[in-house]
């Protein structure tokens, strides 16, 4: 596998000797800056896949490497927003950012933690809501603190399962832009659970398409070749979105149980562009330092 930033190497998981494993073989690549999304039904192990990322579950089999070093437990180089907010309830929202900056540099005195724990809380909008406690924030605000604080820690990976899940329509978009805005900025390597295809084709430089479990795999690498800048309002008019859009619907409605049927989870991992039109030349397309061991097929 080339020498990317993460680096998840086989990585399989089964809870007893004689379950079948959740999902087996799993291997991928991100390079730093890097913004992934993984998809795939319930039960084929995404969550698990991220936990064992985030250090805080051991995989059954396999490696996984982050900027050179051997991932084995939880670190403040990796952030984590779970579709819960997990604040604090008795502390101000400054008080749950700040907590998270003192973690990461104890000898910090009270005012610098505190100018840089209000500069990310300002990132993600909610500049005079430092003072209000998280019963006093909607669902949409308390997440925004959760990407506040695990933005302020300066991680070198974001970690985020389905942070946008419990969010009503118009909240998640509005909050899918802020994402988009600070991972321009800060040029973060995001590794990201969604079930919602549209999403990870606004935010995904990359999507990891899992087979349905028992026995998951990553069975495609779907390469988005839609312009970096899209925009949510703007992105449907772009004739690569739904070439996109359709080849990955079809896989979660009917390629991923095929590929459970039939039981392989030994086949190669395809790299895939269906976003591409017929004029544009594979050669130009293709990922120069894409693994040897994937195929690649371009669907248009």
């Known amino acids: 596998m080339a020498n990317h930033f993460l680096r998840v190497e086989n990585l399989a998981k089964r809870y007893t000797p004689a379950s079948p494993p959740v999902f087996e073989q799993v291997s991928f690549g991100i390079d730093k800056g890097e913004f992934v ?111 506040a604080r695990a933005f302020s820690i300066e991680p070198k990976m974001l970690l985020l399962d389905e942070p946008f899940g419990a969010l009503d329509a118009l909240t998640r978009g509005v909050i899918q832009d802020e994402l988009l805005k600070i991972c321009a900025a800060t040029h973060q390597t995001v590794f990201m659970i969604t079930h919602d295809v549209d999403e990870a084709i606004l935010l995904a430089d990359k999507i990891l398409l899992m087979s349905n479990g028992p026995n998951a795999h990553v069975a495609e690498i779907v390469i988005n070749t839609m312009p970096k800048d899209r925009q949510r309002a703007t992105m449907h008019h772009d004739p690569q979105f739904y070439r996109i859009r359709n080849y990955l619907v079809d896989f979660l409605v009917n390629r991923s149980k095929q590929i459970q049927a039939e039981g392989d989870a030994k086949s190669e991992t395809l790299t895939v562009m269906p976003g591409l039109t017929p004029a544009e030349p594979l050669s130009a397309q293709l990922p120069a330092d894409r693994d040897s061991t994937e195929s690649s097929l371009v669907i248009v």
Not at 48 to 71: H, K, Y
Not at 100 to 128: Q, Y
Request: with cysteine; net charge positive.
């Open 37 to 147: 999304c993984i998809i795939g039904h319930s039960g084929c192990g995404k969550t698990t896949i991220l936990n064992v990322l985030a250090g805080l579950e051991s995989a059954s089999a396999g490696n996984v490497f982050m900027d050179g070093r051997e991932v084995s437990g939880p670190s403040l180089d990796r952030g984590v927003v779970f579709q819960g907010h997990a604040l604090m309830p008795w502390l101000t929202v400054l008080a749950n950012v700040a907590f998270a900056v003192k973690s990461r540099w104890p000898d910090w005195p009270k005012t610098k933690i505190e100018e840089h724990a209000k500069r990310f809380i300002e990132m993600v909008g909610l500049k005079g809501a430092e003072y209000k406690k998280p019963s006093e924030l909607s669902g949409g605000m308390k997440q925004r603190v959760g990407i």
